[in-house]
T-cell receptor
Framework: ETGVTQTPRHLVMGMTNKKSLKCEQH?????MYWYKQSAKKPLELMFVYNFKEQTENNSVPSRFSPECPNSSHLFLHLHTLQPEDSALYLC??????????????FGPGTRLTVT | GENVEQHPSTLSVQEGDSAVIKCTYS??????FPWYKQELGKRPQLIIDIRSNVGEKKDQRIAVTLNKTAKHFSLHITETQPEDSAVYFC????????????FGKGTMLLVSP
C-alpha cells in the first residue's frame, strides 16, 4: 500500500455502538489530521497530531476520541454518535518541517452512516 | 479563527473556455493557500498552492493569483477539458510546521464537451 489508507471504507452503526476508524500513512510524514466532510458544508478540521502530540482540537464533541500511537497511525474512536454525525471522514498527513512544507495528502475516507 | 468564502458554488463552461473560482479569507496571518480537486467518490488532491510571499503561480493550464491586501485569491483554469469536471476547494492556513487548513465550501465545475 502506498500513500494514505483508511479502513473501513464504509461503516453503518447504531447510536449506542462503539466503533473505530483507522488511518495509516506510508509517506514518512509526521503530522496527521482528521477531517469531516458533510454534504453542502466545507471540509471541517477535527484534530491535528504533530509528532504524535495532539496540537489542535476544533471543539469536537467528546463522542469522537482520537488516538495517535505513532507517526504512521491515527485512529478515531466513535461512541454514542448522533445521526447528524453521518458524513465522510477523511484522514490526511503532511511532513511538518521547519521549512514549512504544507501539502496534505488525503486518504480515501470512511463513509459513516449513523442509524 | 479563519473564515474562507468561495464563489461560485457551481460553474458550467464549454470545453476550451476558461474557468475562474474566487476565494476570500479573513485572517491576515494566513500564509499558505492551496487548491484541492475532488472528483466524485475520490479523495481531495492538491492541484496547486501559493504562499503569501508570491503573487502568482502557474502550472500548465492552472494558475493561482493572490492579493494579500484584499485578502483574496483565485484559481484560473484555461482551455478546460471534460476531465477538469470536479469539485474544487480553496483553503487558507497559517503554516507552523504543520498546517491547519480552513476550507471554502467548494465549487462544482462542469465542463461540457
Amino acid at each position: 500500500e502506498t500513500g494514505v489508507t483508511q479502513t473501513p471504507r464504509h461503516l453503518v452503526m447504531g447510536m449506542t455502538n462503539k466503533k473505530s476508524l483507522k488511518c495509516e500513512q506510508h509517506l514518512g510524514h509526521n503530522a496527521m489530521y482528521w477531517y469531516k466532510q458533510s454534504a453542502k458544508k466545507p471540509l471541517e478540521l477535527m484534530f491535528v497530531y504533530n509528532f504524535k502530540e495532539q496540537t489542535e482540537n476544533n471543539s469536537v464533541p467528546s463522542r469522537f476520541s482520537p488516538e495517535c500511537p505513532n507517526s504512521s497511525h491515527l485512529f478515531l474512536h466513535l461512541h454514542t454518535l448522533q445521526p447528524e454525525d453521518s458524513a465522510l471522514y477523511l484522514c490526511a498527513s503532511s511532513q511538518a518541517l521547519r521549512t514549512n512544507s504544507a501539502e496534505q495528502y488525503f486518504g480515501p475516507g470512511t463513509r459513516l452512516t449513523v442509524t | 479563527g479563519e473564515n474562507v468564502e468561495q464563489h461560485p458554488s457551481t460553474l458550467s463552461v464549454q470545453e476550451g473556455d476558461s474557468a475562474v473560482i474566487k476565494c476570500t479569507y479573513s485572517d491576515s496571518a494566513s500564509n499558505y493557500f492551496p487548491w484541492y480537486k475532488q472528483e466524485l467518490g475520490k479523495r481531495p488532491q492538491l492541484i496547486i498552492d501559493i504562499r503569501s510571499n508570491v503573487g502568482e503561480k502557474k502550472d500548465q493550464r492552472i494558475a493561482v493569483t493572490l492579493n494579500k491586501t484584499a485578502k483574496h485569491f483565485s484559481l484560473h483554469i484555461t482551455e478546460t477539458q471534460p476531465e477538469d469536471s470536479a469539485v474544487y476547494f480553496c483553503a487558507a492556513s497559517k503554516v507552523q510546521g504543520y498546517s491547519t487548513l480552513t476550507f471554502g465550501k467548494g465549487t462544482m465545475l462542469l465542463v461540457s464537451p
